[in-house]
T-cell receptor, first 115, second 110 residues
């Protein structure tokens, strides 16, 4: 158990509304990630963080922003949700701070539906 | 072509059977590989890491063939509880990131 929680676990929202998803970890891991998972696609990286206030884009970052003001919290914001952002969102942490032995551990996920 | 490709299945096997999944990767610069298990509507959980030619953990064996660019997962003596989707993941190959396959579904039946 990597001590990762995500909130909310389920959310239904309307197109054009802002949405913030929270990832919280209890073990002071430096690296945190946000992924989305959709049918027909593997998990795809949205953004990641390598420390407080240090973030970078992943392969599907358009329409998303992130913030990390504390080690334990990594927030994902959809500024204006669209139906294409309906997905399951997973937060992850890694123990090895990147690199070939970068074993990542995932939170329970947030199911987001944008109507 | 997807960077990491898996047969989606499902693989339906009887309890006690041996089953193997293959995963092919397109980027020869990939440095390491992982197998994750994902139950329906749950998060992926790390099953095995492969940094060299292979790895074994109990009933599970992963083998890497760099020449042919595939990695396999062998499950011996299948249990009902092994029913899940198995995700193949490659690390590296530029960008130092994980690339996930779409998964292979396994159903173990009585």
């Amino acid at each position: 158990d990597a001590g990762i929680t995500q909130s909310p676990r389920h959310k239904v929202t309307e197109t054009g509304t802002p949405v913030t998803l929270r990832c919280h970890q209890t073990e002071n891991h430096r690296y945190m990630y946000w992924y989305r998972q959709d049918p027909g696609h593997g998990l795809r990286l949205i953004h990641y963080s390598y420390g407080v206030k240090d973030t970078d884009k992943g392969e599907v970052s358009d329409g998303y922003s992130v913030s990390r003001s504390k080690t334990e919290d990594f927030l994902l914001t959809l500024e204006s949700a669209t139906s294409s952002q309906t997905s399951v969102y997973f937060c992850a942490i890694s123990l090895m701070a990147g690199g070939p032995k970068d074993e990542q551990f995932f939170g329970p996920g947030t199911r987001l539906t944008v109507l | 072509r997807k960077e990491v490709e898996q047969d989606p299945g499902p693989f339906n096997v009887p309890e006690g059977a041996t089953v193997a999944f293959n995963c092919t990767y397109s980027n020869s610069a990939s440095q390491s590989f992982f197998w994750y298990r994902q139950d329906c509507r749950k998060e992926p959980k790390l099953l095995m890491s492969v940094y060299s030619s292979g790895n074994e953990d109990g009933r599970f064996t992963a083998q890497l063939n760099r020449a042919s660019q595939y990695i396999s997962l062998l499950i011996r003596d299948s249990k009902l509880s092994d029913s899940a989707t198995y995700l193949c993941v490659a690390y590296g190959g530029g960008g130092n990131k994980l690339t996930f396959g779409t998964g292979t579904q396994l159903k173990v039946e009585l």
